[in-house]
């Protein structure tokens, strides 16, 4: 293999000729085999990176620190990167020491390498385009670092939202579907008030729909940058009005609202908009977990369960129990939003961890953030496909539990009054027999008053009915 040297404060080495990456890439290759989480496994952070260097390129640039040729080949450098092109150069783990260095200067490295081969240079020849003295001009690792990920993470959460709409599309969709089919609802599962399988399902989608402000307003944070604090916040290697044009010309490219911190001192600091985000999605977890529960609940059986839906079969269920298939799908679901929520802990902890002018943390509250969307955006689809849009009911056996509830009863306490219920409940209890034909028996209301009460659409929301208290 053909190789090239390049060297860096520590030394010299060697790098394969034909890489992009340069010597302190390689360095982070072997000071962090850590994780399976490379680099190169989250294109929308590369894009974060390349919208970072192209703003800073095109400020610098205008304030004279670039040539026009320099300036172009980094350009279309960074645009290639936002392309496509070249991911397969960003080896580094996410997980890694130095606050981001390494991440850093891998870019820098590519774009340095990639501008100079547009120029017609070769790879390593840095005195034509450096990594450090071109790419990374009027930057440091701790605000170019930070920016790509606020970038990086508000395109993701861009996508998830978009796989978060479809999903409560699915569950809106079956509450349509399910409007006329009666069930009883439960509480602390047990036997409850009636209601429609339909309004189930639309809760569904109203719990998840209410969380898509919240990610919102959690994602305009990402929208703040601290370009132009360069290493502290102080600004320095970074000439006046830089922080100002770098900001408004990766607001250009991007599109997107981007506005520089009020204090770049403070913004260096402090990483509270990925905690922010990480709780949200942390939320969306546990209200999905929930959902899945509900799932695995009411499709349980099937003949020994609720099973008052009729889940997809995705699988055989067991490698010992024939005939048996299991809900793996909302199960999967449930680990996902386990995973979510140990990993919101974790950009917790590693926000506490700020010391100083700097989080050397960054790295890891980075690639949990990124992680929880991915595995999010995959199980929201998985869930929906595999699982919600296949989903039926079991329409006789929802209509056998409403005949066989005492729960009913409790459609009668406005009328007979909270004595006789009580009465006509604990009856049905002992004998086994059913509400509607003790109330009858009792004497306590005419078939046609009880056959109005009992209407399926007088039990699922309030009425007024036109019927004389027997209290």
Known sequence: MKTRIESDLIGEKEIPAEALYGVQTLRGMENFPISKFKLKDYPLFINGLAYTKLGAAMANHDQGLLTDEQFAAIKQACEELLAGQWHDQFPVDMIQGGAGTTTNMNANEVIANRALQIMGHQAGEYMYCSPNDHVNCSQSTNDAYPTAIHMGL?????????????????????????????????????????????????????????????????????????????????????????????????????????????DLVAATSDTSCMVGYS??????????????????????????????????????????????????????????????????????????????????????????????????????????????????????????YIKGSIGIVTALNPIIGYKNSTKIAKQALATGRGVYELVLENGILTKEELDTILAPENMIKPVKLNIQPRR
């Open 279 to 400: 709780s949200v999605l942390r939320c969306i977890a546990t209200k999905m977990n929930k959902i899945c529960n509900d799932l695995r609940l009411l499709g349980s059986g099937p003949k020994c369960g609720l099973h008052e839906l009729d889940l997809p079969a995705r699988q055989p269920g067991s490698s010992i129990m024939p005939g048996k298939v299991n809900p793996v799908i909302p199960e999967v679901m449930n680990q996902i939003s386990y995973k979510v929520i140990g990993n919101d802990l974790c950009v917790a902890m590693c926000n506490e961890a700020a010391q100083m002018e700097l989080n050397a943390m960054e790295p890891t509250m980075a690639q949990c953030c990124f992680e929880s969307c991915e595995i999010m955006m995959n199980g929201f689809d998985v869930l929906r496909q595999y699982c919600i849009e296949g989903i039926k009911p079991d329409k006789e056996r929802c209509e056998n």
């Open 154 to 262: 508000y395109a993701t959460h861009l996508e998830l939202v978009k796989h978060l709409q479809q999903l409560i599309a699915a569950f809106e969709q079956k509450a349509v579907e399910f409007k006329d089919v009666l069930k009883m609802g439960r509480t602390q599962l047990e036997d409850a008030v009636p209601m429609t399988l339909g309004q189930t399902f639309g809760a569904f989608a109203a719990i998840l729909r209410d969380e898509i402000k919240h990610l919102n307003a959690a994602a305009s944070e990402f929208l703040t940058i601290n370009m132009g604090a360069t290493a502290i916040g102080t600004g320095i290697c970074s000439e006046p009005g830089y922080a100002e044009l770098c900001t408004k010309y990766m607001a250009q490219i991007t599109g997107w609202n981007i506005r520089l911190a009020d």
